[in-house]
């Protein structure tokens, strides 16, 4: 079956860096796009970065351009989220996304891990 298994997240100061990867398993990961989403207490999920796995084109929210990285590694079927100069308003829960449009729809999600940014 689908997995999606989230690492690396933890407490880190501000101005810190941490690696958070998501292993994928049970659907063909180079159709996909994956995303980074987060979610804030008493805020919504939102999109955080995403790269299409089989063109590597890459987008991100304003919030986290030039500090954030997505990357993916399809040998191992793995996606990464590089996050340096973290501020406390990083602080959410991350989830890992796998989506894809065609020819049907298909959406999967992790289940997130905790990135904690406080002094």
């Known amino acids: 079956q689908v997995q999606l298994v989230e690492s690396g997240g933890g407490l880190v100061q501000p101005g810190g860096s941490l690696r958070l990867s998501c292993a994928a398993s049970?659907?063909?990961?180079?159709?996909?796009?994956m995303n980074w989403y987060r979610q804030a207490p008493g805020k919504e999920r939102e999109l955080v970065a995403s790269?299409?796995?089989?063109?590597?084109?890459?987008n991100y929210a304003d919030s986290v351009k030039g500090r954030f990285t997505i990357s993916s590694d399809n040998a191992k079927n793995t996606v990464y989220l590089q996050m340096n100069s973290l501020t406390p308003e990083d602080t959410a829960v991350y989830y890992c996304?796998?989506?894809?449009?065609?020819?049907?729809?298909?959406?999967?999600w992790g289940q997130g891990t905790q990135v904690t940014v406080s002094s």
């Open positions: 790269i299409s796995v089989l063109l590597g084109i890459t």
């Open positions: 996304n796998a989506l894809r449009r065609w020819p049907t729809l298909s959406n999967h």
């Open positions: 049970g659907f063909t990961f180079s159709t996909y796009a």
